[in-house]
């Protein structure tokens, strides 16, 4: 069955960078693109972005417009999420999505890797 | 941006009842609105899409509705499965926006 799972949970320091990484499977890696998707501890979800694993090509939420990257591998069929310069506010679940043909509705989940921002 | 308003922002229901939950977009996104339902510890699981079409596997009790700017959820029957949070979610527009959730609880 297609599933997307992430790497394991991050303890950074403020000020650092984080990558997380998204492995698909049970589809074609490159036929869906691949969203990021933030969780800060008792809120709401907030989109980041996309990456379409095809050509690579991203787009940015303006907030993260600045700081995120995302990248892919597909050879590993293996989307990547990096975050620099981080504060105690980028602490969170990180999730990657990837949604339904022809909408941006997201039926395929990672499992979310939390990140834990301290001084 | 476009703004997703949900409401209310804890609904409680008993087991058997109805339950129905409310999205506002801040301007019209048309159809374009996800339902996803969220348990504690759990990634967010699709529930409707293109505001009335039910994901793969999403029991018959879940329906959607509206367009433009004015959205329903209603869970016909409740099930004990179903207390969690739910969240809409536009796909319209750039960036995509997800409302602040309706906890549905047991009352």
């Known amino acids: 069955q297609m599933q997307l799972v992430q790497s394991g949970a991050e303890l950074k320091k403020t000020g650092s960078s984080v990558k997380v990484s998204c492995k698909a499977s049970?589809?074609?890696?490159?036929?869906?693109?691949v969203h990021w998707v933030r969780q800060a501890p008792g809120q709401a979800l907030e989109w980041m972005g996309w990456?379409?694993?095809?050509?690579?090509?991203?787009n940015y939420a303006q907030k993260f417009q600045d700081r995120v990257s995302f990248t892919r591998d597909s050879s590993l069929s293996t989307a990547y999420m990096e975050l620099s310069s981080l504060r105690s506010e980028d602490t969170g679940m990180y999730y990657c999505?990837?949604?339904?043909?022809?909408?941006?509705?997201?039926?395929?989940w990672g499992q979310g890797t939390m990140v834990t921002v301290s001084s | 941006e476009i703004v997703m308003t949900q409401s209310p922002a804890t609904l409680s229901v008993s087991p058997g009842e109805r339950a129905t939950l409310s999205c506002r977009a801040s301007q019209s996104v048309g159809s374009n609105l996800a339902w996803y339902q969220q348990k504690p510890g759990q990634a967010p699981r699709l529930l409707m899409y293109?505001?009335?079409i039910r994901a793969t596997g999403i029991p018959a009790r879940f329906s959607g509705s509206g367009s433009g700017t004015e959205f329903t959820l209603t869970i016909s029957i409740l099930q004990s499965e179903d207390f969690a949070v739910y969240y809409c979610q536009q796909y319209n527009n750039w960036p995509r926006t997800f409302g602040q959730g309706t906890k549905v609880e047991i009352k």
């Open positions: 990456i379409t694993p095809f050509n690579g090509n991203t």
């Open positions: 049970g589809y074609s890696f490159t036929y869906r693109y």
């Open positions: 999505a990837t949604p339904i043909d022809a909408t941006d509705a997201f039926d395929i």
């Open positions: 293109d505001a009335s």
